[in-house]
């Protein structure tokens, strides 16, 4: 009898361990809520393969080395750019931050990875400089500018495009400075890598509630994240299903909680209204 207790308590402590060394869910792996996006408008644009801009009185499709601009209220177009395919190979996202579009840019898929950030005259729609990044932790993707600095993603892929070692899961957040120096990096949880798979982040800015908003590559999502209290992961807070398939998408500053994303597949442009986030 004694052996028996003896044998049983030792399968217990056994099972105990093998238990206590299996990896115990992350955080992250508990399901973020789903919300739903409300599509308010949609514009027809040829050129909304990319992503889109927005200002108080326009919308700006992008298509690889072309912009379109476009009248908001009729959605007519106005002017576009159009710019040497050598030297812009790939623009993947722009945002109007204060006078300036800002836009990533790419050689997508041509490897090593390469990048810069181009700037236009929204009004004029032309070139104004470049700010070349050249080899960085992967393929510049999109960029916003918040709290004095500047916040770039970069991508990277499983297949086309990628480089030996560095899959969708080495896609990261970057801070930067002024002078483009790099200040801070953060990787994205698996609950939103796993979406990105094979591909990688397309689009993303912060919104008005500070938040990140960002999306993947195919996926008819938006991922809403935070930046950690601790750690160098960011914090995955709720999933957004939106009418749109990825790629790039951009908040409209004047017009609070409504954002612009693009359905690649049908060559438009989709106003969103998202839904309410609980308050942090």
């Not at 438009?268 to 998202?274: D, G, I, K, M």
Request: glycine share 10%; with cysteine; aromatic share 10%.
């Amino acid at each position: 009898m004694l052996r028996l207790a003896g044998f049983l308590t030792a399968v217990f402590v056994l099972n105990a361990g093998a238990a206590a060394a299996q990896p115990s869910a992350a955080p992250e792996a508990a399901a973020a809520p789903m919300l739903q996006a409300e599509v308010v408008r949609r514009w027809k644009a040829p050129e909304a393969t990319q992503g889109v801009a927005v200002d108080a009185r326009h919308f700006y499709a992008v298509a690889n080395s072309r912009i379109a601009k476009y009248d908001k209220a009729t959605g007519r177009k106005l002017a576009e750019w159009v710019g040497d395919r050598a030297r812009f190979p790939h623009i993947n996202s722009c945002e109007i931050i204060g006078r300036e579009l800002v836009c990533a840019n790419s050689n997508f898929p041509e490897t090593p990875m390469t990048s810069s950030v181009e700037i236009f005259d929204p009004s004029k729609m032309v070139h104004l400089r470049t700010i070349s990044l050249g080899q960085q932790v992967g393929s510049l993707t999109w960029v916003d500018r918040k709290d004095g600095v500047w916040w770039a993603a970069f991508a990277n892929y499983d297949g086309k495009g990628g480089e030996p070692g560095r899959g969708h899961q080495y896609t990261q957040l970057v801070q930067f400075d002024d002078q483009w120096r790099r200040l801070q990096g953060w990787s994205f949880p698996l609950s939103v890598t796993e979406r990105f798979r094979p591909m990688s982040s397309s689009g993303g800015g912060f919104g008005p509630d500070g938040r990140l908003y960002v999306t993947g590559h195919d996926h008819p999502e938006l991922y809403v994240l935070e930046l950690p209290k601790g750690g160098s992961k960011l914090d995955h807070v709720a999933t957004i299903a939106a009418a749109i398939e990825g790629q790039a998408v951009t908040f409209d500053r004047s017009e609070p909680g409504v954002l612009y994303g693009i359905s690649r597949p049908n060559r438009e442009v989709v106003v969103l209204r998202l839904p309410s986030l609980p308050k942090r």
